[in-house]
């Protein structure tokens, strides 16, 4: 008997036919996003040839690019086509954190560590469970949702490593309670649309770096953590999964325009941050800046592994999310996550109040940009030059 043509998988196999080309098509369009990734892996590798043996550094620069063309490269993918080979198999959503968690394994054997089993599991559920909250994500608001996001960011915070002061206490105890009042008070004429499920993957993901759930498990020593980029990877792997994606205006292609809200927004922020730190003893000059190639290196690696990470999460994500659910006017939309933004900022020592105060009217340029350009990585930029100048200029 001849069998009938199956038309997703005819049309999925035309995709995997069409990949090379659609691959050019996506590097020609994203060529910044390809520049940012030859410079990183560039980089990584001149630390890592310099500070183990050629067959180590190889392998821990072939993960690092990897992950970092997984990251970075998500700006070029098809969403669509994406999302369409993922739901023509269950096994391929789930492919990527089961790669990502035997990557981190195979780091492990490379550099010799201990093995532990109790470790591996731990990270295994780490990158599983926001993966299947938002595999069963629904616009609902039920109970078992709410017992799974609470139940779910328990096993983050309750065990794990002891602060070591009474702030780092403060903050974790916080970081449990505070999703009960903001849940409580959520508007109950928005619950019948509220994504709940997604809402706690953010959170999980969000609190596993935050308290450092993951083992340590480093690329090189002093360099990036192989588990936080996997966490990245994951992340715009869920948005992509969750229908997300395309809300972050993940692009490296600017215009004038973008160029221009970065440089008025910078401005704005330097106005207030200045004077404000300057007259509060929060920032003094620095006694000795760094050299210029260490000062381009560290505004790179401060943009690739903190001002984009954390913009992607709280303007392209949480931003958007309330947005979306709770159908604010931009600007209480923006309060609301410049708040949560210097909130999270709490965990600063010691001057915790002025450090709060400063992110949560950083937050507010940062979403500013968001807002103005429609594109996350320029929020990340002008994050990114905020952090990098502190970080040179000022102690």
Do not use: C
């Amino acid at each position: 008997m001849k069998e009938t043509p199956n038309p997703d998988f005819a049309g999925i196999h035309e995709e995997v036919r069409a990949a090379p080309a659609g691959l050019m098509a996506a590097l020609r369009k994203e060529w910044p996003g390809l520049g940012l990734w030859i410079a990183a892996v560039l980089g990584f590798g001149s630390l890592a040839f310099r500070q183990e043996e050629p067959g180590v550094a190889l392998s821990v620069l072939t993960l690092f690019a990897v992950l970092m063309g997984g990251y970075l490269g998500s700006a070029g993918l098809p969403v669509d086509s994406v999302r369409r080979w993922m739901g023509a198999d269950i096994r391929r959503i789930y492919g990527i954190p089961f790669a990502l968690w035997f990557g981190g394994g195979l780091l492990r054997i490379i550099r010799g560590a201990s093995f532990d089993f109790g470790a591996l599991l731990l990270g295994l559920a780490i990158l599983l469970i926001p993966t299947m909250m938002v595999v069963h994500n629904r616009a609902r608001w039920k109970a078992i949702d709410v017992l799974m996001v609470a139940g779910s960011l328990a096993f983050l915070l309750i065990p794990g490593p002891s602060p070591s002061d009474p702030v780092g206490w403060a903050f974790r105890i916080g970081a449990g309670l505070w999703p009960i009042p903001f849940l409580l008070g959520w508007p109950r004429e928005t619950r019948s649309r509220s994504h709940l499920l997604f809402f706690g993957a953010v959170l999980f993901l969000w609190y596993a770096v935050e308290f450092q759930r993951f083992p340590e498990n480093p690329l090189i020593a002093g360099g990036p953590s192989y588990d936080h980029l996997a966490v990245i990877v994951l992340f715009l792997w869920l948005l992509i999964l969750a229908g997300r994606f395309p809300d972050l205006g993940f692009t490296f292609r600017w215009t004038w325009r973008d160029v221009g809200a970065v440089g008025l927004n910078l401005a704005g922020f330097a106005a207030f941050a200045l004077p404000f730190g300057l007259l509060t003893d929060f920032i003094a000059p620095a006694a000795s800046p760094p050299g210029l190639p260490e000062a381009l290196i560290r505004l790179l690696a401060i943009y690739l592994f903190i001002g984009l990470p954390e913009e992607i999460l709280f303007r392209g994500t949480l931003h958007v999310h309330f947005q979306r659910v709770l159908g604010w006017p931009p600007l209480r939309t923006l309060i609301l996550s410049s708040l949560l933004f210097g909130l999270a900022h709490l965990n600063n020592p010691p001057k915790v109040g002025l450090y709060v105060i400063l992110a949560t009217v950083a937050g507010f340029f940062y979403g500013r940009t968001y807002l103005q350009t429609g594109k996350v990585t320029a929020a990340a930029m002008v994050h990114a030059v905020v952090d990098w100048v502190w970080s040179v200029l000022f102690r």
